[in-house]
């Protein structure tokens, strides 16, 4: 099965800083790339969608100032959370479309905690 | 808008016993239908899908979902749950193969030994 890798895993931050997660596709290329958000013990909200080369779609609600998206390759989107409360903190979550199969490969989360 | 429905919060079952979590969607053409399953500190892994043909579909780990047009629901059942089982499950639909996806709430199954 293809892999998604997320980085880092865990971060903490002071609120009012910026915290950068990326998300690699680390065998095949995946056009677009979406990023879910997940709240404790919630189901995955999706907050974007991310295409290669081109500006990200965000979903109703989203901030699209606040979430920095950034998919300037076809193995790499960056997610960029800019100027952090504690009501960001969650689990984030984000998934690859491998284009040949049309199959959506998820990646192990990175659950940020603004303080 | 499509949405999922997950009636099941929790559910505990037995070592051995057979388990069904059930899922109800609303959507208005043809769903694409998934089960993911989520352990902790792991990534959301595809059981299986519907996308069309046989309404009866196999997955992994000994997985089986049935698709129902009349009820909108897209059940999945485990004729016998082994402890590894205990996870949280997510069914979604989304409008394509590959496009993003709506979930539903989750259910958490907890195995007894």
């Known amino acids: 099965g293809a892999v998604v890798s997320q980085h880092p895993s865990r971060v903490i931050c002071k609120s009012g800083t910026s915290v950068k997660i990326e998300c690699r596709s680390l065998?095949?290329?995946?056009?677009?790339m979406f990023w879910y958000r997940q709240f404790p013990k919630q189901s995955l909200m999706l907050m974007a969608t991310?295409?290669?080369?081109?500006?990200?779609?965000?979903e109703q609600g989203v901030e699209k100032d606040k979430f920095l998206i950034n998919h300037a390759s076809l193995t790499l989107s960056t997610l960029t959370v800019t100027s952090a409360h504690p009501e960001d903190s969650s689990f984030y979550i984000c998934?690859?479309?491998?284009?040949?199969?049309?199959?959506?490969?998820f990646g192990p989360g990175t659950r940020l905690t603004v303080l | 808008a499509q949405s999922v429905t997950q009636p099941d919060i929790h559910i505990t079952v037995s070592e051995g016993a057979s388990l069904e979590l059930r899922c109800n969607y609303s959507?208005?053409?043809?769903?694409?239908l998934f089960w993911y399953v989520q352990s902790p500190g792991q990534g959301l892994q595809l059981l299986l899908k519907?996308?069309?043909?046989?309404?009866l579909v196999q997955g992994i780990k000994g997985f089986e979902a049935e698709f129902k047009r009349s009820q909108s629901s897209f059940n999945l059942r485990k004729p016998s749950v082994h402890w590894s089982d205990a996870a949280e499950y997510f069914c979604?639909?989304?409008?394509?193969?590959?496009?993003?996806?709506?979930f539903g709430g989750g259910t958490r199954v907890l195995v007894k030994p």
């Open positions: 991310s295409n290669e080369g081109s500006k990200a779609t965000y």
């Open positions: 519907y996308f069309s043909g046989d309404t």
């Open positions: 979604a639909v989304g409008e394509a193969a590959g496009n993003k996806l709506t």
């Open positions: 998934s690859g479309v491998r284009g040949l199969y049309n199959e959506q490969f």
């Open positions: 959507y208005g053409a043809t769903p694409y």
């Open positions: 065998d095949f290329q995946a056009t677009t």
